[in-house]
Structure formats: C-alpha cells, structure tokens
C-alpha cells in the first residue's frame, strides 16, 4: 500500500478557493491512479475526481466540473496529487480524501477501486 498523507483543508467563504495536496511516501507512486473523494456529515462517501497514473487523463464529478482541477507531480520525488478547488460553495463542505489505486478500468469512480487512503482534510464553506 502507498502511505498518504492529505493536507489542505480550511474554513473559507463561498466562492473562495483552496488547494489540497496529497503527499505519497512512496516511491512507486508514479504507477498509481489517483483519486479525492469526500464525505459530507450524514452522507456517504463520494467521488470527486480522479487522475491516471501518467496524468494525462481526469475524470470528474458533475457536481465540481469546471471548478475542481486533479493534477500531480510525479517528478524530484514529490509525489504529490492535487485539488485546486475554485468558486467553492457550501455544499462542497465535506471530509476530503485522496486514495490510490491500480484498477485497470477508467475512469476509477468507485471506492473499491482504490487499494490505499489517506487521512482526510476538512473543508469548510460558509455562505
């Protein structure tokens, strides 16, 4: 398993911006797609966006298209997968996790589709 670590999260207003990262202590990290998922109090977990492991294709929700951008740095040993989440909303206030996985099928929207998690990072949009 790819140990993961989240890091990112806060308390901003509706329509703000944050970034989450990611951070993979591992050195097969560049083999792994690379997933965020959230979970809002009383929901279930739920798929956000994912990046394949080259970073050339993403996938994402419906509901942060066009807001939420995946990206990754597999290079100098960075290992490190991103959220950049603009235009943010209240409705995107949730528990947010990144999560590693080698499924062959894309895009990787479920969670069975990941193998490794990290510990989530809140964040918090008031309107």
């Known amino acids: 398993q790819v140990p993961l670590a989240a890091s990112g999260g806060g308390v901003v207003q509706a329509g703000d911006s944050l970034r989450l990262s990611c951070a993979a202590s591992e050195r097969t990290f560049a083999l792994y797609n690379m997933g965020w998922f959230r979970q809002a109090p009383g929901k279930e977990r739920e798929f956000v966006a994912a990046i394949n492991w080259r970073g050339g294709s993403t996938h994402y929700a419906d ?27 209240p409705e995107d206030t949730a528990i947010y996790s990144c999560a590693a996985g080698l499924a062959r099928r894309w895009p990787p929207t479920q969670i069975d589709d990941y193998a490794a998690w990290g510990q989530g990072t809140q964040v918090t949009v008031s309107s």
């Open 63 to 89: 509901s942060v298209k066009g807001r939420f951008t995946i990206s990754r740095d597999n290079a100098n040993a960075k290992n490190t997968v991103y959220l950049q989440m603009n235009s943010l909303k």
